[in-house]
């Protein structure tokens, strides 16, 4: 039976607090449980004050088999970071802007960029598969989508993990590849219907939206829009074309993070958990704080909404 623990972003007290509460014990550094098994849904650095802790804690369980883990897109960005693009020498695969350095800086300073331990790093992130589809369950970052599953079957190994020489394609923008691993770590994005338009947070045009791709009901552009709530009021409320949306059988349960979600956690659908409760997070309502959330399966396939486990994150 396995406990499938959230986004950590480098908040390993709290991730600590929550095996303990799950009643894993640590035993020379490794932590495990008699009977179960952690899985992790990816984006273990980036953003917060324990990020080598604890990629040191969820490795050590995947190697010695206490645990399972996924690849989440801080994962996926920092090998690309840190790779050169063999097509452009002495460029690397993620372009070291301003934006991008300033997202993944955090990481650079607590691992030391270049150094032994940041090359063992990178050397795991690459061991992470895609997903997981096990007997029972499924498990992926951001999103289940049957055709980018199939798009990127020709860039994997047996054990869903990147291949080495298929690096470079995945992360050159406007490839079918690219689609589809954005898709699966980041969630699924569509365009707006012609001669529509918002702004994101720093005020650049976009004529894509990221989408609640588990909704059902209800979908039109706006339901389902993940944007600024000062733009919801800029994205039509024209159904979205059924053959857009991967939808969700529901013949197993699917764990996903990604999402920074808040409020008390529970099932988006009978099927489909986020796990994401934003343990990184800044800007809450009142009397709202940040939480690391598990769900504890016990082989169910409709998903219970006392399953769900956390810790909070107090400063």
Same mark, same amino acid.
């Given at each position: 039976?396995?406990?499938?623990?959230?986004?950590?972003?480098? @908040?390993?007290?709290?991730? &600590?607090?929550?095996?303990?509460?799950?009643?894993?014990?640590?035993?020379?550094?490794?932590?495990?449980?008699?009977?179960?098994?952690?899985?992790? !849904?990816?984006?273990?650095?980036?953003?917060?004050? /324990?990020?080598? /802790?604890?990629?040191?804690?969820?490795?050590?369980?995947?190697?010695?088999?206490?645990?399972?883990?996924?690849?989440? *897109?801080?994962?996926? *960005?920092?090998?690309?970071?840190?790779?050169?693009?063999?097509?452009?020498?002495?460029?690397?695969?993620?372009?070291?802007?301003?934006? *991008?350095?300033?997202?993944?800086?955090?990481?650079? $300073?607590?691992?030391?960029?270049?150094?032994?331990?940041?090359?063992?790093?990178?050397?795991?992130?690459?061991? !992470?598969?895609?997903?997981?589809?096990?007997?029972?369950?499924?498990?992926?970052?951001? #999103?289940? $989508?049957? &055709?980018?599953?199939?798009?990127? $079957?020709?860039?994997?190994?047996?054990?869903? #993990?990147? !291949? =080495?020489?298929?690096?470079?394609?995945?992360?050159? &923008?406007?490839?079918?590849?690219?689609?589809?691993? /954005?898709?699966?770590?980041?969630?699924?994005?569509?365009?707006? =219907?012609?001669?529509?338009?918002?702004?994101?947070?720093?005020?650049?045009?976009?004529?894509?939206?990221?989408?609640?791709?588990?909704?059902?009901?209800?979908?039109?552009?706006?339901?389902?829009?993940?944007?600024?709530?000062?733009?919801?009021? !800029?994205?039509?409320? $024209?159904?979205?074309?059924?053959?857009?949306?991967?939808? @969700?059988?529901?013949? &197993?349960?699917?764990?996903?993070?990604?999402?920074?979600?808040?409020?008390?956690?529970?099932?988006?659908?009978?099927?489909?958990?986020?796990?994401?409760?934003?343990?990184?997070?800044?800007?809450?309502?009142?009397?709202?704080? =940040?939480?690391? #959330?598990?769900?504890?399966?016990?082989?169910?396939?409709?998903?219970?909404?006392?399953?769900?486990?956390?810790?909070?994150?107090?400063?």
């Amino acid at each position: 039976m396995y406990d499938l623990i959230g986004d950590i972003h480098g @908040y390993a007290t709290p991730l &600590k607090q929550l095996l303990e509460t799950l009643g894993y014990q640590e035993s020379q550094g490794l932590w495990s449980h008699p009977e179960r098994q952690v899985i992790f !849904l990816g984006d273990f650095v980036d953003r917060g004050p /324990e990020q080598t /802790e604890t990629v040191r804690i969820a490795r050590a369980m995947v190697e010695a088999g206490t645990a399972l883990a996924v690849m989440g *897109n801080h994962e996926f *960005n920092a090998v690309a970071w840190a790779s050169e693009d063999p097509k452009r020498p002495g460029e690397p695969l993620r372009a070291h802007t301003d934006k *991008n350095r300033h997202q993944h800086q955090a990481y650079l $300073d607590q691992v030391g960029e270049g150094s032994a331990l940041h090359r063992e790093h990178i050397a795991w992130f690459k061991t !992470l598969p895609l997903y997981l589809d096990l007997d029972g369950l499924r498990v992926v970052h951001a #999103c289940w $989508d049957p &055709k980018s599953l199939e798009s990127l $079957d020709e860039h994997l190994d047996d054990q869903q #993990c990147i !291949l =080495p020489d298929a690096w470079p394609e995945l992360t050159r &923008k406007d490839t079918p590849a690219y689609e589809a691993l /954005e898709t699966l770590i980041k969630g699924l994005e569509i365009s707006l =219907p012609a001669g529509n338009e918002f702004l994101d947070k720093d005020g650049n045009p976009q004529h894509n939206i990221r989408t609640r791709w588990w909704e059902l009901e209800g979908i039109t552009y706006r339901d389902l829009a993940m944007v600024p709530a000062e733009a919801i009021h !800029l994205i039509p409320h $024209d159904p979205i074309p059924e053959d857009l949306m991967p939808g @969700y059988l529901g013949d &197993k349960p699917l764990f996903v993070g990604h999402y920074w979600r808040s409020g008390t956690p529970e099932p988006l659908t009978p099927h489909i958990a986020c796990l994401d409760y934003s343990i990184a997070g800044r800007d809450f309502e009142p009397g709202e704080t =940040p939480k690391l #959330c598990a769900y504890r399966w016990d082989g169910e396939r409709e998903l219970d909404v006392e399953k769900f486990m956390w810790v909070e994150r107090h400063e």
